[in-house]
């Protein structure tokens, strides 16, 4: 399988695209953004097809209009608790720019998205640096923000009671992601995208309520997904994208009913017996 | 004795109406006073001006911190009115402590942070729950570790925004009267939001009376007297002095509406 | 390399996932391993016209590859499986078509460390100079093919000297062999400038070639951008049809739309003839007969008018 360049490199992207997007996805999960993977991937494509009605380079507009929506979602949404509303709000608009686009552009513009739709099977060698380089820079924002952003994630109420800056973190989150999502379309394509960033995230909260132990799982269960993904697709040849997200499916389905299944044999949590003295 | 916190003539406007008028008062070191009033009367406004979440339109506060403390933040403990907690990603009571511990850029719990978790942890009588997913836990479980959250960073003052406004009678007792104890180990001041007259009476040193652009702040016997109340609300009110405790009453109950004493 | 040793090993452990999965379909390509061997040259093409040719020329000193060789997958929406990547990065010679149509084989060739050792034909810019932007249709082109057969000569030639007339001998066959295509182009060209309305910009070329005008590009290009045509490019085309302005519409019987079949059912209730096209070839035809059944009907078309 290894003599081939394209597996290596299949593999070695793949593998950087899995850390990267498992471990995003926990926070994903937790500021209720599942949705917004899939809303970037649409409005990456509008932004493309700005981009080449003016004669821009594809990737530019893409960035442009996921950077834009991430800000917008952001600034909308720091204080809505349903985040679907402002989301679907941005979405909308931007679909309908992107359908103005393409057909205002003249040529085969819809041919040219294909450019911007990775594959992960061919993938180049600069395109496995470039992945490295992106999934190290966003990890490291992430390892300096882990404390900001896991309070905020998990205890907005709380973390803007303790004065965190809420409203920058929900939009330098929206930012980080919107470009890892943006640059990763291009290499692997979308369905790998949103597949890594919601699936492992959500298994790993199943198994475990220690989000240190969710970040390790998670990123775990996105390696698992993508090498078994991608070792199943060079034997069988039906596309890496189905092997990944079945992989995933399964790990999540196990994870839940491993999860449902602890619950019934566990007793429920102790009743109180602590003591306080009411007496003064 | 020394003061903790001064507030000194503070008006908060929002959208145009008058939440907060012209306030004063001042808090000692290791005092709790109890803030009562009906819904709507500026008593989680003022928690947010005090937090410094809000700015006053008109006046100052002045946190006194003890010369150990570097920033104000650190030295106050806020446990906010309600909580979103999902279930479905509920996590672990040790972490959602830590999370209570002064910012760094450091992801991982140096010994010194993790000794004040679990510090935190077993001052609420929480060490048994810290590897329990919160979605598992009681109200009155719940609430001790919203307390213990704000307790890690090891406040001066502590601000408690309706502990016990979801538990029942027994544990909204057992939340403050733990409150009391940490207070007078640590002799942290607390400022406590409350609709529990009982608890007030039975727990704070004074008593801040909030409604709508009228308050006082005195000691429970003070407050809690027919001239007082009547002024405050408006209406005729007295107050029932029984052995342990005090109840604000309307004194013609047939005429008054419900208020929420 | 280190790091692919692991791989391997937690590749191994996940192959047992496979029962969990199930299996996938069977490997389609033929056994290419025996052919390495064997010397012969590896030719893919993205689009299986376009490997027809290569066969053509190459014979039994080449095996091709074809990676899109059905009709029912969408060639915009087409995901590379590791089977195409194989066979990509085993190539010698690839040809796909280019401008835009088929970029995923770009990145299959940039994905093979021998990317710069193999020949590439890409047919819209090496063989027939359009650029970026143009129709991609260009097997459409009735002169497409036979300039295809000439430079898959050449390019086979150079690698293998030794075949290099056979190579040129048969491709000279495989233009003679497409010469009834010719015959009937130059039957069926009008005279003056004949209006038709498409549903897809996917017969342009052939029309440019019968002299015919293409009268509504933008309800084609918003249906083939998947996009929904304005209501005024819609009001032209059932002006074209009741006006009797087209002498026929033709219809990319590959991408059905609701628009298009409404746009069908009144051309029919209106006598103007529907003349079926495929985007891509239909399993059964080779490149002739494909063309040659549209042009039949074209024929018909046409006489149906002259009625």
Same mark, same amino acid.
């Given at each position: ?9 299949? /593999? ?37 097809? /700005? ?7 594809? %990737? ?69 640096? +470039? ?32 004065? %965190? ?17 943006? +640059? ?9 995208? /949103? ?11 199943? %198994? ?23 070792? %199943? ?14 992989? +995933?499916?399964?790990?999540? /389905? ?8 602890? +619950? ?17 | ?10 008006? $908060? ?39 410094? $979440? ?13 010369? !150990? !403390? ?22 672990? =009571? ?35 729950? !810290? ?44 939340? $403050? ?38 308050? =006082? ?45 | ?9 937690? @590749? ?45 020329? @190459? ?48 990145? &299959? ?68 062999? &497409? ?38 590009? @933008? ?89």
């Amino acid at each position: 399988m290894f003599q081939y360049d394209f597996m290596q490199h299949a /593999f070695l992207a793949g593998t950087a695209v899995a850390i990267m997007c498992g471990i995003i996805g926990v926070y994903v999960i937790a500021r209720g953004l599942a949705f917004i993977t899939h809303t970037f991937s649409h409005v990456g494509f509008a932004g493309a097809a /700005f981009a080449v009605f003016m004669s821009w380079n594809p %990737l530019a507009g893409m960035l442009l209009f996921t950077t834009t929506a991430a800000v917008s979602i952001g600034g909308l949404g720091a204080k809505v608790f349903r985040k679907d509303i402002p989301i679907s709000v941005v979405l909308s608009i931007v679909l309908g720019l992107g359908l103005l686009f393409l057909s205002l552009t003249k040529g085969q513009s819809n041919a040219m998205m294909a450019l911007l739709f990775g594959s992960i099977v061919g993938i180049d060698a600069s395109q496995v640096y +470039e992945m490295f380089g992106l999934a190290v820079g966003i990890l490291v924002v992430l390892i300096l923000g882990y404390r900001m952003l896991t309070f905020d994630s998990f205890d907005p109420v709380g973390a803007e009671s303790a004065g %965190l800056p809420t409203r920058f973190i929900s939009i330098a989150f929206l930012l980080l992601l919107s470009i890892s999502v943006a +640059e990763a379309l291009q290499i692997v394509g979308a369905l790998l995208v /949103f597949t890594l960033m919601t699936t492992p995230a959500a298994a790993a909260f199943s %198994l475990t309520k220690s989000v240190s132990r969710m970040l390790l799982f998670s990123a775990v269960f996105a390696v698992i997904g993508v090498w078994s993904g991608l070792t %199943l697709s060079f034997y069988t040849n039906a596309p890496v994208s189905f092997y990944i997200a079945a992989v +995933e499916a399964v790990l999540y /389905f196990a994870c839940r009913g491993w999860q449902v299944w602890r +619950e019934k044999m566990l007793p429920s949590v102790k009743p109180e017996h602590v003591s306080v003295s009411t007496e003064m | 004795m020394e003061s903790a916190l001064s507030v000194e003539h503070v008006s $908060v406007s929002l959208g145009g109406e008058w939440i907060l008028h012209d306030i004063s008062f001042e808090v000692r070191r290791g005092e709790m006073v109890s803030i009562i009033g009906p819904n709507g009367a500026g008593k989680s406004t003022l928690m947010k001006v005090l937090l410094g $979440v809000l700015q006053p339109s008109r006046g100052r506060i002045t946190v006194h911190l003890p010369p !150990a !403390a570097k920033n104000r933040s650190r030295s106050i403990g806020y446990v906010p009115q309600s909580r979103q907690m999902d279930v479905d990603t509920s996590l672990r =009571a040790w972490d959602f402590v830590s999370f209570g511990l002064p910012h760094t850029l450091r992801p991982w719990l140096n010994r010194k942070e993790r000794s004040r978790v679990r510090e935190a942890l077993e001052l609420t009588r929480c060490e048994e729950l !810290a590897n329990q997913a919160i979605s598992r836990l009681s109200g009155g479980q719940r609430q001790r570790l919203y307390l213990a959250q704000a307790l890690v960073r090891n406040p001066d003052l502590l601000l408690l925004d309706e502990p016990t406004s979801n538990l029942d009678p027994g544990g909204q007792e057992m939340v $403050v009267e733990l409150v009391n104890q940490i207070r007078q180990e640590r002799g942290t001041t607390v400022l406590l939001v409350t609709h529990d007259m009982h608890i007030a009476a039975k727990y704070s040193d004074r008593i801040l009376y909030l409604t709508r652009g009228r308050y =006082a702040i005195g000691r429970v016997e003070d407050i809690v007297r027919p001239d007082v109340l009547t002024t405050l609300y408006g209406a005729p009110m007295t107050g029932i002095h029984e052995e342990t405790h005090t109840t604000a009453v309307p004194s013609r109950t047939s005429s008054m509406p419900y208020l929420e004493v | 390399m280190n790091m692919i040793n692991g791989f391997v090993r937690y @590749g191994v452990m996940s192959l047992s996932l496979m029962f969990l999965v199930g299996c996938g379909s069977p490997a389609t390509q033929d056994n290419k391993s025996a052919d390495t061997a064997s010397g012969k040259i590896q030719v893919v093409a993205a689009e299986d016209f376009w490997g027809e040719v290569a066969q053509a020329v @190459g014979g039994q000193d080449v095996t091709v590859t074809s990676i899109l060789n059905n009709p029912t997958v969408d060639p915009h929406e087409y995901e590379p499986t590791p089977d195409a990547s194989k066979a990509v990065s085993d190539a010698k010679l690839v040809i796909y078509t280019g401008i835009g149509y088929d970029e995923w084989m770009s990145k &299959l060739i940039q994905a093979s460390a021998s990317a710069n050792q193999k020949t590439v034909i890409r047919v819209g810019t090496d063989v027939l100079h359009k650029q970026i932007g143009d129709n991609p249709h260009v097997w459409y082109i009735p002169s497409a093919l036979p300039s295809l057969a000439n430079d898959i000569a050449d390019q086979l030639s150079k690698m293998d000297p030794a075949h290099a007339k056979e190579y040129h001998q048969r491709a000279t066959a495989y233009i003679q062999k &497409l010469q009834p295509l010719n015959r009937m182009i130059s039957h069926l060209k009008q005279t003056s400038s004949v209006n038709i309305d498409v549903s897809e910009p996917v017969f342009d070329y052939m029309a440019t070639a019968l002299h015919m005008n293409v009268c509504d590009s @933008g309800l084609a290009k918003a249906v083939e951008d998947g996009n929904d045509p304005s209501p005024s490019e819609l009001a032209d085309v059932q002006n074209d049809i009741k006006t009797k302005k087209i002498k026929f519409f033709v219809e990319n019987i590959q991408n059905e739309t609701p628009t298009v079949a409404n746009i069908v059912k009144l051309a029919r209730s209106n006598n103007i003839p529907v003349v079926q096209v495929t985007e891509t070839k239909p399993t059964g035809k080779d490149y002739l007969t494909w063309m040659m059944d549209q042009l039949q009907q074209v024929q018909k078309a046409l006489n149906n008018n002259a009625q």
